[in-house]
């Protein structure tokens, strides 16, 4: 299984010069298998770019509207070929701007297996309750996960659960995932029951951050 995480900017890039449709073909080149977006319109103000990928990946997909913003939503959203069982948008506690969680059931080989998307707060306080949020909700899955995002943190708060940190994993913790910058705060972390198989960091500038990429199978 390809996995794709990218944080798009809105569908533009640092310079906030507007890439959708580069990072559309980008997409498409890449053929993942999953891929979890984060800072994704879908709105009258700057267009219906959740729907828009949908359609010119041929991807089903799910929208997580964490925010209402210009006649429509502004979140995150994932996208699959695979299968969709179940779709569950979970709103993550939030003091400042209003954070999620997409919980998005697959099947991959006969197994169920749960897309977890988010993009956490800026501020620590916020993080650290959506951290807790984030691994109770874990503890309590019974099928096989994978959770990523943009996590805006080098240092992600799991404390008591054995997430297995995909760039750790093939020694390339150390790449950054933000641009203009030396800090990785994009994940992908999958359960035990996953093995790693490449992990790279993808140095595109159409947003401010790079897309990171990964590949597992299942252990057995």
Same mark, same amino acid.
């Given at each position: ?19 959708? @449709? *580069? ?8 053929? #993942?298998?999953?891929? +979890? ?12 770019? #959740?729907?828009? $990928? ?6 089903? @997909? ?7 913003? +210009?006649?429509? =939503? ?5 996208? /699959?070929? !695979?299968?969709? $069982? ?5 709103? $993550?506690?939030? %003091? %400042?701007?209003?954070? +999620? ?6 099947? @991959?080989? &006969? *197994?169920?297996?749960?897309? !977890?998307?988010? =993009?956490? +707060?800026? #501020?620590?306080?916020?993080? &650290? ?8 909700? !874990? ?13 805006? /943190? ?11 940190? /995909? #760039? ?9 995932? !933000?641009?203009?910058?030396?800090? *990785? ?9 996953? %093995?790693? /198989? ?11 951050? @790079? ?10």
């Amino acid at each position: 299984m390809k996995i794709i995480s990218y944080n798009i900017h809105s569908g533009k890039n640092s310079w906030f010069v507007p890439q959708l @449709y *580069r990072i559309i073909r980008f997409l498409n080149m890449e053929n #993942a298998t999953v891929i +979890g977006v984060q800072e994704i319109n879908e709105n009258n103000k700057r267009g219906k770019q #959740a729907t828009s $990928l949908s359609i010119q990946l041929d991807m089903d @997909y799910h929208f997580g509207p964490n925010l209402s913003f +210009g006649n429509g =939503h502004y979140g995150i959203a994932s996208y /699959t070929s !695979l299968p969709i $069982l179940e779709r569950n948008h979970i709103l $993550l506690p939030s %003091k %400042k701007e209003q954070r +999620g969680l997409l919980d998005t059931i697959v099947e @991959y080989r &006969q *197994r169920k297996v749960h897309i !977890l998307n988010t =993009h956490l +707060g800026l #501020a620590k306080e916020d993080r &650290q309750e959506q951290f807790q949020y984030i691994e109770n909700y !874990l503890k309590q899955l019974t099928s096989p996960y994978i959770l990523l995002g943009d996590f805006n /943190t080098t240092q992600p708060l799991f404390t008591d659960i054995p997430l297995i940190d /995909t #760039a750790k994993e093939m020694s390339k913790e150390h790449q950054s995932t !933000l641009m203009l910058s030396k800090k *990785r705060i994009d994940y992908i972390f999958v359960s035990k029951e996953f %093995k790693v /198989t490449s992990y790279r960091v993808i140095p595109v500038n159409m947003s401010d951050h @790079y897309p990171i990429e990964v590949e597992v199978e299942f252990n057995n």
